[in-house]
């Protein structure tokens, strides 16, 4: 584990609209339901490409 703090969250539109914070190592790519799994060859599709429009950038950190 890292530090307090180390991990840098970015925000992202989910599915309905609602606003999400993943890492930024998950921000660019998508995981893959279970009905888009395969591909048409038959072969595990690991990531998917994220719309750029999904990714609402880096929450900022609250000042006190």
């Known amino acids: 584990m890292g530090k307090t703090g180390s991990v840098e969250w970015v925000q992202i539109r989910g599915r309905k609209g609602q606003m999400r914070l993943v890492p ?6 998508n995981k893959p339901g279970p009905s888009q799994r395969y591909d ?7 990531v998917l490409a994220r ?6 950038g880096v929450k900022a950190r609250s000042k006190k």
């Open 24 to 29: 930024k190592g998950d921000s660019a790519a």
């Open 40 to 46: 048409s060859k038959g072969f595990v599709r690991r």
């Open 51 to 56: 719309a750029k429009k999904n990714v609402l």
